[in-house]
């Protein structure tokens, strides 16, 4: 009884630590593309919604993460970046674990507004849309092109921790080489953040 018990605990805490299935292999359609999402703006908006004609950024984001914090900056040029390029953008809160504190709708908006967003940063109610993304971390990045298919998927930069030592921009140079019609040098990156919290 102790052995099974023992393994159950140890096949709990593998899922546990698990959390999401893998992520999204390069070339995927953009997942649950339908699906309304209530924006910080009150407004319900999808992912078809926000894509344009020259693709979508999809971002898993919150309020507290330390790596948020760190890459705030990051976070709001790239955004603008995007949006200047023709390209949409969507910032994705999955934080169910959190929705009765810092990760609240409330909260969501403060943030926001603090960070002078003009993009949406919606509410992923129960996980959904980073269940099926495969995401696991905050910040971490998708990259759909204008046919809503995977081309990067990662981290902003190779210095998440540390903006001064940067050495390359993934994300930025995505954008650029999926506009410009080249194929993209480097597809994926390690995320490095927090973990999202599911709910239970």
Not at 33 to 51: E, H, I, P, Q, T
Not at 104 to 114: G, H, L, N, V
Request: charged share 25%.
């Amino acid at each position: 009884m102790k052995k099974l018990l023992s393994l159950f605990v140890m096949a709990s805490a593998a899922i546990a630590f698990k959390g999401t299935a893998d992520p999204l292999p390069i070339g995927s359609p953009l997942p649950k593309a339908s699906v309304k999402m209530k924006d910080v703006s009150g407004k319900l908006v999808s992912l078809a919604d926000l894509k344009t004609n020259n693709g979508l950024l999809v971002m898993f984001s919150c309020n507290t993460c330390p790596y948020v914090i760190k890459n705030q900056q990051r976070t709001n040029e790239i955004s603008a970046y995007a949006l200047q390029k023709g390209v949409g953008v969507a910032l994705l809160n999955s934080n169910e674990g959190g929705r009765e504190s810092e990760d609240s709708y409330k909260s969501m908006q403060q943030y926001a507004k603090s960070q002078s967003y003009q993009w949406p940063y919606v509410v992923d109610s129960n996980n959904e849309l980073a269940d099926a993304f495969g995401a696991s971390r905050t910040p971490e990045v998708f990259l759909f092109n204008g046919d809503g298919k995977l081309v990067y998927h990662g981290a902003i930069d190779d210095s998440p921790a540390d903006i001064s030592k940067i050495k390359r921009a993934h994300l930025k140079e995505a954008i650029n080489e999926m506009l410009s019609g080249k194929d993209i040098a480097v597809k994926e990156s390690r995320s490095i953040g927090c973990s999202i919290k599911r709910k239970g």
